[in-house]
């Protein structure tokens, strides 16, 4: 889901990211949410999204509903999504960032404040999440969707006897019997995230030390890995090509679901920890069409709706609501144990961690050569 096309194109970007913090909101005008009432729409709507992350039929049944056209963009990274909204003048009504990214939207003054007024089925959120530590009062963001980023398996090739741990693809006593046939995903937090969490460290370290030892993993283990690849790595699996795939869980669930024995393959975060992410909804702060966002964002809260959602995509649902309208497989996945062995203390989300995140990109380009 979260891909990164190339770290040196990110080490770009993160440098235009810094610049364009720097420069942002020097007008001196407060940004304010805007004046709209439930089901109010002032223009058609514009969203950026993720690839494949909305089924086209809810649209349509929104347009349908409320009388607007509704057309959509998608992006394969929060890094390229982001200097487009922070540049403004992008004519996006709303935008599907995910956790450690809305903190940096707000700190640019890129996203606009929501009216909860014009959002009455924000109650039916979770409150679990609530408290979010990059939007802790919910004033910028509403929950969409969320998952966590493990390992892949196939287990006609590995059989079921293997360690639910990142020592199948770090370990060279382990890992060693599948070489050339295991792929890591092409993102710096992501993979560094593993190699840390593997060695006992929170996915969000600053120690340089710690980075150090991760970066070092994750170039041993470079001569075991088939891809660094994001956008296909469910597809490698199930293709063959792989047999232990680093990947998001609605991305390989829906692919497992696509092959003739679905059964044949395993989904885990390992029991050292992984990534639990969080994408949101937010409207940037030069919407168009403000008033259409709040709208939507409302409409997609409905039970019925986000249950649509989670069943076209096959991610978790942070709306309380929606759970009884999810598919039965979906539902089994989701709380089967043994998808998180070390339980959901073990999971942490990427968080922003500033001016550290140019050594996470310049580890990553060093790791995979």
């Known amino acids: 889901m979260r891909s990164i096309a190339t770290s040196r194109w ?45 089924d086209p039929d809810l649209l349509d049944a929104f347009a349908a509903e409320y009388g607007v056209k509704v057309t959509i963009d998608v992006y394969d ?33 890129d996203i606009q404040p929501l009216n909860r007024d014009a959002i009455p089925n924000a109650a039916n959120i979770s409150s679990d999440f609530e408290n979010l530590i990059y939007d802790p009062e919910g004033e910028y963001s509403v929950p969409y969707q969320w998952g966590t980023t493990g390992i892949a398996v196939d287990t006609a090739v590995v059989g079921t006897d293997f360690p639910r741990s990142w020592s199948i693809i770090f370990d ?61 790595a469910d597809e490698l699996l199930t293709t063959g090509e792989t047999v232990i795939a680093h990947g998001y869980s609605g991305d390989m669930f829906t692919q497992f679901l696509e092959t003739d024995d679905p059964s044949r393959y395993v989904y885990f975060v390992p029991e050292e920890g992984g990534t639990r992410w969080i994408d949101n909804m937010a409207i940037p702060h030069d919407s168009p069409n403000p008033c259409t966002a709040h709208t939507f964002i409302n409409w997609i809260l409905d039970g019925d709706n986000g249950a649509a959602l989670s ?9 309380e609501a929606a759970l009884d309208g999810l598919d039965e497989e979906l539902l089994d ?12 203390g073990s999971l942490e989300e990427i968080q922003d961690t500033g001016d550290f995140e140019i050594n996470f990109t310049d580890a990553f380009i060093e790791a995979v050569g």
Request: hydrophobic share 40%; aromatic share 8%.
């Open 311 to 319: 069943n076209y995509n096959y991610y978790s649902t942070p709306n």
């Open 10 to 54: 990110v080490a770009a970007v993160l440098t235009l990211s810094l610049l364009t913090l720097a420069c942002a909101g020097d007008d001196g005008d407060a940004i304010t949410a805007a004046d709209c009432s439930v089901d109010q729409t002032d223009g058609d709507l514009n969203i950026f999204n993720w690839a494949e992350y909305i």
């Open 172 to 232: 060279p006593s382990v890992a060693d019997a599948h070489s050339g046939r295991i792929s890591l995903l092409n993102d710096p937090r992501e993979t560094l995230g593993a190699a840390l969490k593997y060695l006992g460290y929170s996915l969000n370290s600053t120690d340089e030390g710690e980075l150090e030892e991760a970066k070092n993993l994750v170039t041993e283990a470079r001569g075991r890995i088939a891809a660094f690849d994001t956008d296909q």
């Open 333 to 344: 996945f989701v709380n089967d144990p043994n998808v998180i062995p070390g339980g959901v």
């Open 77 to 109: 990274s929060n890094e390229a999504m982001q200097p487009i909204i922070s540049a403004g003048n992008s004519g996006y009504d709303l935008i599907v960032p995910s956790d450690y990214m809305v903190a940096i939207l707000i700190a640019g003054e």
